[in-house]
């Protein structure tokens, strides 16, 4: 699995690094057709200090006059989520107000959002501690330009990096997944993750595949393999860009990927099988499906790899039955050193690349250690699948703007 995992990591920073493809270029082309009607989705709880600083951002989008409508989606709010969200209402035309008055999760939130509004061939997602730069939407609308297009995601950057250890590894683990996994996968044609927020995805494709699926915690990995498994194509669109925040304490962090994790754990189980049936898909294609689903199985093959080279160190009993059953939990410790080096490099090379802040670069010593937050959340999280543990759609804690 470690030997997997790595390969993988190898090709994708060889092909994300390199000088695009022109026929990658050419595909996001913008074309003559009219252009498409876009209905935003910002689905929210109790998050009316936020809120505002979203609206700022989607008054200034730059799109079609007449193309754009907005829905703000209120699951079951407390606070006074419910009166700015009527108050942005009413000084912009086009703009709606759906309130849920029991919190049902971001799934049904969304899903509830499209039977009540039929307005938009493209349905577009913000999360709202997002802020996306101006051009953003017309940017992520260029991906849909070819009908084969389902769902395009466009870059989210990490605002406050500097702000803690927590935040910086996050920013990190981001620009990672994203400007050398996703952007290769694009490149190469194999499905490259839908995100959460500044996503779009077109309403008749999203139809067809039964909508978002209520329950899910990660709806957008689940829509992600549902979508390739119907033989429709994504795009990630590097230059449509949004500002957010990552997570500031040590527990916020581990409650987020604990949460992603699970998720995880819940597209495996829901597309697995399916994708090893898929004969019609191309191999290669299900093949990434699966080690996209089974992401967070590297953390735990690590552990699991860490766990064999300790066995493999205790001495064994003289006897060459003994040497033969310890030699190749031995064996494993070689790749101990390979299975941290290899992101290691990734993060280098992305850092280069980027031309990231002089402070990324100073505080790039501490990941060693900020990664075992992310393999204690990798295992917090598959002890949540096992055990079963009741789920529930609980944003993370915003950090002061």
Same mark, same amino acid.
């Given at each position: 699995?470690?030997?997997t ?13 390199r ?7 050419? &595909? ?8 498409? %009607? ?10 009316? #200090?936020?809120l ?5 951002s989607?008054?200034?989008?730059? $799109? ?6 907005? &829905?703000? =989606?209120?699951?079951?709010s ?45 349905? =577009?997602?913000y ?8 051009e ?15 769902g ?6 990490h605002?406050? !990096? ?6 910086? $590894? ?8 994203? /400007? ?14 839908l ?5 779009? $995805?077109?309403r ?18 689940? /829509?992600t393999?549902?979508f !390739?498994?119907?033989? $429709? ?12 925040? !990552? ?13 992603? &994790? ?9 597309h ?20 996209? @689903? ?6 735990? @093959?690590?552990v699991?790899?860490?766990? /064999? ?12 039955? @003994?040497r ?25 090379? =992305?850092?280069? #690349? ?25 295992v ?5 699948s ?13 950090? %002061?703007?």
């Amino acid at each position: 699995m470690l030997v997997t995992f790595n390969l993988r990591r190898l090709l994708y920073t060889f092909v994300a690094l390199r000088r695009p493809l022109r026929r990658a270029r050419q &595909a996001m082309d913008s074309d003559n057709r009219a252009p498409l %009607s876009v209905l935003v989705l910002v689905p929210c709880r109790n998050e009316a #200090a936020t809120l505002p600083g979203l609206i700022d951002s989607l008054e200034r989008l730059a $799109y079609t006059p007449g193309c754009l409508q907005v &829905a703000l =989606v209120d699951d079951g709010s407390t606070d006074e989520t419910q009166s700015v969200m009527k108050r942005a209402a009413e000084t912009h035309g086009g703009w709606h107000v759906i309130r849920f008055e029991d919190q049902r999760g971001k799934a049904h939130a969304l899903n509830g959002a499209l039977e009540k509004i039929a307005y938009g061939d493209v349905i =577009v997602v913000y999360d709202v501690d997002h802020r996306p730069e101006p051009e953003s939407l017309e940017r992520l609308m260029a991906a849909f330009s070819d009908v084969r297009v389902a769902g395009a995601s466009g870059r989210t950057i990490h605002r406050n !990096a500097a702000a803690s250890w927590p935040a910086y $590894y996050a920013a990190v683990e981001s620009l990672v997944h994203q /400007m050398i996994t996703m952007r290769a996968k694009d490149r190469l044609a194999l499905a490259p993750a839908l995100l959460g927020s500044n996503c779009a $995805y077109r309403r008749a494709a999203l139809q067809q595949v039964g909508g978002f699926l209520t329950g899910a915690l990660l709806e957008d990995s689940d /829509m992600t393999l549902a979508f !390739a498994r119907h033989g $429709y194509r994504l795009r990630f669109v590097p230059d449509s860009v949004t500002w957010h925040q !990552a997570p500031e304490t040590v527990g916020d962090y581990v409650r987020q990927h604990r949460r992603w &994790a699970r998720g995880f754990n819940d597209v495996v189980r829901n597309h697995a099988v399916g994708l090893l049936a898929e004969r019609s898909m191309p191999l290669g294609l299900r093949i990434e499906l699966i080690l996209f @689903a089974l992401g967070y199985l590297d953390r735990l @093959a690590l552990v699991a790899a860490l766990g /064999m080279s300790l066995i493999g160190g205790i001495r064994a009993e003289p006897t060459p039955q @003994a040497r033969r059953r310890v030699r190749p939990l031995r064996r494993s410790g070689i790749l101990m050193p390979m299975a941290l080096m290899m992101p290691f490099v990734q993060i280098v090379a =992305v850092f280069v #690349a980027e031309r990231v802040p002089r402070g990324m670069w100073l505080r790039l010593p501490a990941l060693p250690v900020l990664f075992g937050l992310d393999i204690w959340a990798a295992v917090r999280g598959a002890l949540d699948s096992i055990a079963r543990r009741p789920r529930a759609w609980t944003p993370t804690r915003r950090p %002061s703007e």
